[in-house]
T-cell receptor, first 111, second 113 residues
Framework: DTGVSQDPRHKITKRGQNVTFRCDPI?????LYWYRQTLGQGPEFLTY????????KSRLLSDRFSAERPKGSFSTLEIQRTEQGDSAMYLC?????????FGPGTRLTVL | KNEVEQSPQNLTAQEGEFITINCSYS?????LHWLQQHPGGGIVSLFM???GKKKHGRLIATINIQEKHSSLHITASHPRDSAVYIC???????????????FGQGTILTVHP
């Protein structure tokens, strides 16, 4: 198992464009989490899935953000009409009862 | 007030020094994690604690559940230990130690040769 992977690792976009990130968790992990980390801060929770069900969403997740995990495996996080304030590192993590792991993150820069 | 507070925010040390990073939290938890983040963003899990003390190489983590406090110690620090160290707690009422995490703001450690 290669661990949690995220794609792309870096994304530069212009304000107003839509972006989509992908997270592939460790295969036996039933829970998947998205976090956002801005410069100089610790990560903040955005949302999480248990299998394909999205069980919780943070107030940070505005209407422009949507996340899916259609078959309970990989997940996508889409940001519509990006704003400069969306510039951050987007981290994915997966877990099961006995363990968890983080992905390498996707760094988003909105110009 | 943040639910998880770390101190210090920045720490500079000379190679070989003993280092302590502290973490205090204000809520009941199922587990506390110490994480390491290098430039570039990847996060590595160092320890997961629900009680007592754990040791791995030159790293030691302790937790006092009654006082809601944890410490991460690095003995004989080395420049390669330079990184951001983050404390995170699992508040999952279901008791899942690797559930949704609430993070401290991180401690930036720089170890000079």
């Amino acid at each position: 198992d290669t661990g949690v992977s995220q794609d792309p690792r870096h994304k530069i976009t212009k304000r107003g464009q839509n972006v989509t990130f992908r997270c592939d968790p460790i295969s036996e992990h039933n829970r998947l989490y998205w976090y956002r980390q801005t410069l100089g801060q610790g990560p903040e929770f955005l949302t999480y899935f248990q299998n394909e069900a999205q069980l919780e969403k943070s107030r940070l997740l505005s209407d422009r953000f949507s996340a899916e995990r259609p078959k309970g495996s990989f997940s996508t996080l889409e940001i519509q009409r990006t704003e400069q304030g969306d510039s951050a590192m987007y981290l994915c993590a997966s877990s099961y009862l006995g363990g968890g792991s983080f992905g390498p993150g996707t760094r988003l820069t909105v110009l | 007030k943040n639910e998880v507070e770390q101190s210090p925010q920045n720490l500079t040390a000379q190679e070989g020094e003993f280092i302590t990073i502290n973490c205090s939290y204000s809520v009941g938890i199922s587990a506390l994690h110490w994480l390491q983040q290098h430039p570039g963003g990847g996060i590595v899990s160092l320890f997961m604690l629900s009680s007592g003390k754990k040791k791995h190489g030159r790293l030691i983590a302790t937790i006092n559940i009654q006082e809601k406090h944890s410490s991460l110690h690095i003995t004989a620090s080395h420049p390669r230990d330079s990184a951001v160290y983050i404390c995170a707690v699992a508040l999952d009422a279901g008791g899942t130690s690797y559930g949704k995490l609430t993070f401290g703001q991180g401690t930036i450690l720089t170890v000079h040769p």
